[in-house]
């Protein structure tokens, strides 16, 4: 059965610090890893990882795979209150058909 | 504003009732998802629509009943729930050959009393 595990589960910074959020996974065919920022509902999609050891960058979010060790970090600097939500990380099988399986959430709030 | 629709937005329903849950994407996607998010667990998939066929039932009660006319529209039909049915429902569409990212509905807040 894939497992995804996040953590920490629940995280309180204040404006300007950094966070590091972590994502361990087992999965039978790995894909790709991916992560999502969810506000109040649906989430949106950040990155996409398949490869180790290549960063992903956006503004101020970036991401890194490491499919030896099989964990990918999520990392914000300069955080803002805007930031503040619920990160997910969701790993997808190579199959037929795409299958995501999601961990629980790292819950982000950044106080001013 | 994405391109994946949901309705109703939120709904209370009791046990007995019988209520449809629909989905409806404008985005030129071929694959459809339901997943259900419950408070304080990992968001659960539970149907997969590839080209209107189901391709995945992740060992879902049959008090719920999914439905793909098209490719563009995606049911969840309800009876009978249960209170720990009580949940958000997401929707999500993707490309099924270039399969990465799935872009997700705004959900359905269901509240079975």
């Known amino acids: 059965e894939d497992k995804v595990v996040q953590s920490p589960l629940s995280l309180v910074v204040h404006e300007g610090d950094t966070v590091t959020l972590n994502c361990s996974y087992e999965?039978?065919?790995?894909?790709?890893l991916l992560w999502y920022k969810q506000e109040k509902k649906a989430p949106t999609f950040l990155f996409m990882l398949?490869?180790?050891?290549i960063e992903k960058k956006s503004g101020r979010l970036s991401s890194i795979l490491d499919k030896k060790e099989l964990f990918s970090i999520l990392n914000i600097t300069a955080t803002q209150t805007g930031d503040s939500a619920v990160y997910l990380c969701?790993?997808?099988?190579?199959?037929?058909?795409?299958?995501?399986?999601f961990g629980e959430g790292t819950q982000l709030t950044v106080n001013p | 504003e994405t391109g994946v629709t949901q309705t109703p937005r939120h709904l209370v329903m009791g046990m007995t009732n019988k209520k449809s849950l629909k989905c409806e994407q404008h985005?030129?996607?071929?694959?459809m998802y339901w997943y259900k998010q419950s408070a304080k667990k990992p968001l659960e998939l539970m149907f997969v629509?590839?080209?209107?066929?189901?391709?995945e039932n992740n060992s879902v009660p049959s008090r719920f009943s999914p439905e793909c006319p098209n490719s563009s529209h995606l049911f969840l039909h309800l009876h009978t729930l249960q209170p720990e049915d009580s949940a958000l429902y997401l929707c999500?569409?993707?490309?099924?050959?270039?399969?990465?990212?799935?872009?997700f509905g705004p959900g359905t807040r269901l509240l079975v009393l």
């Open positions: 999500a569409s993707s490309l099924p050959t270039v399969m990465e990212t799935q872009y």
């Open positions: 999965v039978t065919n790995f894909r790709s």
């Open positions: 398949t490869s180790s050891g």
């Open positions: 969701a790993v997808e099988r190579e199959t037929s058909g795409s299958r995501l399986t």
């Open positions: 985005l030129g996607h071929n694959a």
């Open positions: 629509y590839n080209f209107k066929e189901q391709t």
